[in-house]
């Protein structure tokens, strides 16, 4: 059955976007992450003008997040404080970032230096995370004793910062400058590129906030709701571009697709759940640089997309 | 009455006749009339797009061309490019002016084989003249822009709202010195809501002699038009109504796969 979208102004067959949002919302239920670096590309290849489809996109994710959400606070997997925390960076960083991009633009070939720098750290956090996490499943079958957390460098500068806190939740301590920072960071880098960045803050998470994996899950989708609900609201206030009917057919699929990952997640161990992240972010890795080195069929198309 | 009145009658009465006869030849040789069987497009929620037949009465001699056009308005596109050599990137943004967003051509013969380039030029008919007709900036000679005005080609016709077509109209037999002619074509659901113009050519060695218009309008209706009037017209309360059905949907869901799931 087909269903003609208001601002789209397209028509599509409803199999099409209540699939796609099933398969995401199982993402993002199983890792915390949005989705929309598979999202919208794939939307567009269906024929959705490239604005309508990353606004329309994160309409659906905060669906997807508030369902994933609610499934993994309803097991306590949500560090809300440390949620907070980074959220207050990610506006703050989302902020800077549109002026970064301004400033970028003006230098000219921005593009292709933001590019670069997005592909080189997916694909040098991927090969890290799925590295560490084989050989952290190895060392589990050796031996079976818990070894002791040696304390790095980097962990002792860490521990030096002002303001030290408790995150009760993740059982961490921190400063509370630690999550402001990197939600800024990552926050600066979604502006820029056009996405989430649930591929960083997850890796971010786990490997330096120490978070234990399935309360990075949680907390990483409380977050992104929140930047999805201030990203709707702009793209429909300012760019007109959120396609209400298409939105409801995606999250048809992605809230249920949030509750099975989330669901399904629980069975997981930490690790395995690490290995099959770092194996999706290496894919997209490999998906970005084939877009980039392949002759496009079209050479002019909308602009807007990233 | 008299034989020399009758006479005179008969005479008048053949005289009507042959100049009644000479009239409606006449008529027949000059005249082309253009009929769009489905002037009104309406888009409810349904819609999947539709097909608009256009159909009339031609000079059995001429030639015919068919347009269908959306007025001529700018269209500015991302020009993709190479960059160090070997990655593809959105480079430059290519504008262009006088340019249809739907162009729909069709003709009994190919158009270069029945119009002169003057003649073509004139009236914007076929993706050459098309091209001559288009202004687009930035592009440094008449090379370049011809490779880009291939490549918007190729764009438009990938969402189907540029097409051509020689041969596809079906001419069918004289009726009273003048012949029937019937074209199909679909309408593409990627056409906008707006305002369309057909217009009929009939050509005779190399010139347009005649033409004919009709109209074709495109309209949103229902629900579809109040979405995309609150979209355009009231972002913030549509943004809002958006975030709270998205945040009542992931809520409910979540709800029922607590209940149905019995995971506690």
């Known amino acids: 059955m087909y269903l003609y979208l208001p601002v789209a102004l397209t028509s599509i067959n409803i199999m099409i976007p209540i699939g796609l949002g099933l398969v995401v919302g199982l993402l993002s239920g199983l890792f915390g992450v ?52 980074l959220l207050l960076g990610g506006f703050a960083g989302g902020l ?71 995150f009760e939740k993740s059982g961490v301590t921190h400063s509370l400058l630690l999550p402001v920072i990197f939600g800024g960071f990552v926050g600066v880098l979604g502006a820029i590129m056009g996405v989430g960045g649930g591929f960083l803050m997850v890796p971010i998470m786990v490997y330096i906030l120490r978070m234990p994996m399935h309360v990075v899950v949680g907390t990483s989708l409380f977050q992104i709701l929140f930047n999805c609900i201030e990203v709707t609201f702009l793209q429909a206030y300012t760019n007109h571009s959120v396609d209400f009917v298409l939105a409801v057919l995606l999250l048809l699929g992605s809230t249920v697709g949030a509750q099975v990952g989330a669901v399904f997640g629980r069975k997981l161990k930490g690790e395995q759940l ?33 | 009455m008299d034989k020399a009145k009758r006479t005179a009658i008969l005479l008048l009465v053949i005289a009507l006749v042959v100049l009644g006869v000479a009239v409606l030849a006449d008529r027949a040789s000059a005249e082309l009339t253009a009929i769009a069987n489905h002037d009104h497009i309406t888009i409810d929620f349904f819609y999947h797009g539709s ?137 593409p659901y990627q056409a906008p809501p707006g305002d369309y113009l057909v217009t009929v050519y009939a050509v005779k060695n190399g010139k347009v002699i005649e033409q004919a218009e009709s109209k074709v309008l495109v309209e949103q209706v229902g629900i579809v038009n109040t ?4 979209a355009k017209k009231n972002g913030a309360l549509y943004g809002f109504i958006s975030i709270i059905s998205a945040l009542g949907a992931g809520f409910g869901v979540g709800l029922i796969f607590r209940k149905g799931g019995g995971a506690h």
């Open chain 2, 51 to 187: 097909t608009v037949s256009v159909k009339g009465i031609a000079d059995p001699d001429a030639d015919l061309i068919i347009k269908i056009a959306s007025p001529e308005a700018h269209e500015t596109l991302k020009q993709k490019g190479k960059v160090g050599g070997f990655l593809w990137m959105n480079v430059a943004t290519l504008k262009l002016e006088n340019v249809p967003n739907l162009y729909s051509i069709h003709s009994t013969k190919k158009i270069d084989e029945i119009l002169d380039q003057k003649e073509m030029d004139k009236y914007v008919l076929g993706y050459p003249a098309l091209g001559r007709h288009v202004e687009m900036s930035p592009v440094k000679n008449d090379e370049e822009k011809a490779k880009w005005f291939d490549e918007f080609i190729k764009y438009k016709e990938n969402s189907k709202l540029y097409a051509t077509s020689a041969g596809k109209i079906e001419i069918k037999d004289k009726v009273d010195g003048k012949t029937p002619y019937y074209i199909l074509t679909d309408w």
């Open chain 1, 96 to 166: 800077l970032g549109v002026q970064a991009i301004k400033i970028l633009k003006a230098t000219g070939n921005a593009d292709f230096a933001i590019k670069m720098t997005y592909v080189l750290l997916l694909g040098t956090v991927g090969t890290y995370m799925f590295f560490e996490s084989i050989s952290s499943m190895r060392k589990k079958k050796v031996e079976t004793e818990v070894k002791p957390e040696k304390e790095s460098a980097f962990a002792k500068a860490l521990s030096r910062l002002p303001m030290q806190t408790r």
């Open chain 2, 227 to 230: 979405l995309s009037n609150m």
């Open chain 1, 34 to 85: 949005g989705g929309g670096f598979l999202m919208t590309p794939l939307l567009i290849m269906f024929g959705i003008p490239s604005t309508v489809a990353a606004a329309t996109d994160s309409n659906q994710i905060v669906a997807a997040s508030t369902s994933g959400t609610y499934a993994h606070w309803r097991v306590g997997n949500v560090d809300f404080k440390m949620g907070l925390y």
């Open chain 1, 274 to 306: 690490k290995v099959i992240l770092a194996g999706i972010v290496l894919a997209v890795t490999v998906k970005i640089i084939f877009d980039l080195t392949l002759s496009p069929s079209l050479l002019l198309g909308q602009g807007g997309g990233h």
